[in-house]
């Protein structure tokens, strides 16, 4: 029960393969309480409501890119779960360009805008609204999911790599006041490749997820696993871990080349 007493909220369960719904399966067997949010159209598509019925909880619509949203989200989640937050999982993400396919070199900025206002720029709003209601515990932590096309280039990734690198830019400066102000952590997890709704959105998303598999000394990590990091980063256990990118992708970042791989071009 590594989360026992403690609370929060999980952004971005769509359905069973979302990242985060399988943080609040883990987040719950580990004894955390929390509500779940997604946008209001999300609400209509996915199966969040099944997750909140089977974790015991409720869900608030808000969509991240909106202030008042977020502020009623906030104050309603600390209404429900009894005063202020131990934990909260930003796992959102969308790109209109990657959605509609338009390459790199051809992009449509307005829809840009919109890639980093959801999947960038949310994480700041989040923080700040937590940040203005005072609503984190002390020794609190704040998660962000992010992907390596931060750091190196993956062409079919388009803007969201430059909205990845945003976001973990975000959760570094933020990280600093927050620690400063309330010692509460903010750390980005930069996942492998994973089977889910926005993952297979990708353009030939199927070849780099093998190309990841045979890369990684230890495979892709599965969105199970990705649940399990979350859990210790939210207990106790990681209490001086802030301000970092975290790789969480069975070696695949400091791997050059495999013999998987060379094996393939032999
Ligand atoms: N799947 C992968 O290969 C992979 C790899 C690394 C990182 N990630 C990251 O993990 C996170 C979760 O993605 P996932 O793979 O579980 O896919 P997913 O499609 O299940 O989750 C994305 C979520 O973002 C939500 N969302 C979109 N717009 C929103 C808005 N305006 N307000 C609130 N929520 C909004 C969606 O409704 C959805 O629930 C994302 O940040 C994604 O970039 C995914």
Request: aromatic share 10%; hydrophobic share 40%.
């Amino acid at each position: 029960m590594l989360l026992e007493n403690k609370k929060g909220i999980i952004f971005g369960a769509l359905d069973e393969r979302s990242i985060a719904w399988k943080v609040a399966e883990k987040v719950h067997e580990q004894g955390g309480k929390f509500v779940l949010t997604n946008a209001p159209i999300a609400l209509r598509m996915g199966k969040i409501n099944e997750l909140a019925e089977k974790c015991g909880t409720t869900v608030i619509p808000a969509d991240a890119t909106s202030m008042e949203d977020l502020n009623n989200l906030f104050t309603q989640a600390q209404e429900q779960l009894g005063g202020k937050l131990d934990f909260v999982l930003h796992s959102i993400g969308m790109s209109p360009n990657v959605r509609k396919n338009k390459a790199y070199t051809d992009l449509n900025h307005d829809w840009f805008q919109k890639t980093l206002d959801i999947s960038a720029l949310s994480f700041h709003k989040t923080m700040q609204v937590a940040w203005d209601q005072d609503a984190m515990k002390d020794w609190g932590s704040i998660l962000a999911l992010t992907y390596i096309a931060a750091q190196e280039a993956y062409p079919f990734y388009s803007d969201m790599a430059d909205a990845k690198a945003t976001l973990e830019s975000i959760g570094r400066s933020f990280g600093y006041h927050y620690g400063v102000r309330n010692k509460v952590r903010v750390n980005t997890i930069s996942q492998s490749p994973t089977v889910t709704s926005a993952g297979s959105g990708i353009a030939g998303f199927d070849k780099f997820f093998n190309f990841a598999e045979d890369m990684s000394p230890l495979g892709n990590a599965d969105a199970d696993s990705c649940a399990d990091y979350c859990v210790t980063l939210f207990s106790d256990m990681c209490r001086y871990v802030t301000m970092q990118n975290l790789f969480h992708d069975g070696g695949y970042s400091t791997t050059g080349i495999s013999s998987k791989v060379m094996e393939k071009w032999s």
